[in-house]
């Protein structure tokens, strides 16, 4: 979902540049004000792992790949600002040494993948009830906010994309929802399973004020948990096909300029090869799930 440079006009990317420079220098204020214990450690581990994780991308289908974000998951075990400053180092990292998004559009790659998963995931995990939950119920929390912020970053990014004039909303945001449609259910998945397995084991280390230190039973379990999901990754092969948004702007350059149309992004038969019922499905599956969840809770709460 990294946006490369050349696709986002001046007025869209240097107003989302100046919108996350603030954001973060805001961050910055209060995070080193209310920074303690192994909060700081804890944001080099968990950037580490979520810089590694979006290295191995899955493939999706028609003909793209996916990867993890994590940012739902660093705004839960680090709050929202630290996870955000997380994952803008992440995101820095990538398009300085990576060449994964561009320079001029790098605010715009800090909002979309780092503030809207963040603070979007950590406000969803919140009116979901997860930060009072446990077992079950904050698995199924955890995996609808993960889901969730993804498609809110896919919308965000298809709405610059239209705004820029690089490609039509009618294009853009159908093609761009219905393919992490299906990469959230692995968003959803680490988030939920990494903070259950948390949950049994070590509680305490959901709420980072906490300063126990690891015991050596618990950096195994918890290396193993990193490890071997990555090994079985590493082995199967990490996929060269492209995300879908690479493919969504290579498809765009190739058409006029100005919104046109590509042929095969709005025939209807590539949309039911490329995206298929599945995704569409999930997505509207998802929204009636949610809605299930906040009846529930406000029942409970009357």
């Known amino acids: 979902m990294h946006i490369p440079d050349g ?39 968990l950037g580490a792992f979520v810089f590694a994780a979006q290295l191995l991308n899955f493939p999706v289908l028609g003909g793209t790949s996916g990867h993890l974000v994590g940012g739902t998951l660093l705004a839960i075990l680090l709050g929202p600002l630290a996870g955000l400053l997380t994952m803008s180092t992440v995101i820095i990292a990538q398009a300085l040494f990576l060449q994964d998004g561009g320079i001029v559009a790098l605010g715009a790659n800090i ?27 904050l698995g199924a929390a955890a995996f609808s906010a993960g889901w969730l912020a993804l498609m809110l970053s896919a919308v965000c990014c298809a709405c610059e994309l239209a705004l820029s004039g690089a490609i039509a909303l009618r294009v853009g945001l159908p093609a761009m929802a219905g393919y992490h449609a299906l990469i959230g259910i692995a968003e959803g998945g680490l988030t939920a399973g990494v903070l259950v397995f948390l949950a049994r084991v070590r509680p305490d280390l959901i709420d980072v004020r906490s ?10 379990w918890a290396t193993l948990l990193a490890v071997i999901p990555a090994v079985i990754l590493v082995l199967a092969g990490s996929s060269s096909l492209p995300d879908p948004l690479q493919e969504l702007l290579a498809a765009a350059a190739a ?29 509207l599956a998802g929204l009636v799930y949610l809605a299930v969840c906040l009846a529930r809770r406000h029942r409970r709460r009357s």
């Open 211 to 220: 300063g126990s230190k690891l015991g050596a039973a618990d950096w195994i």
């Open 7 to 45: 696709f986002l006009s001046n007025r869209v990317a240097l107003s989302l540049d100046a919108l996350s420079g603030a954001t973060i220098l805001y961050a910055v204020r209060r995070v080193k004000v209310e920074a303690a214990g192994r909060l700081i450690p804890l944001m080099g581990v």
């Open 111 to 137: 909002f979309n993948i780092g503030t809207v998963t963040t603070f979007g995931g950590y406000a969803l995990f919140c009116l979901l009830g997860g930060h009072k939950s446990e077992g079950r119920q």
């Open 255 to 283: 058409a006029p300029r100005g919104g046109g149309a590509p042929e095969k992004l709005v025939s209807p038969e590539r949309y039911l090869e490329y995206l298929g019922r599945a995704g569409i499905l999930l997505l």
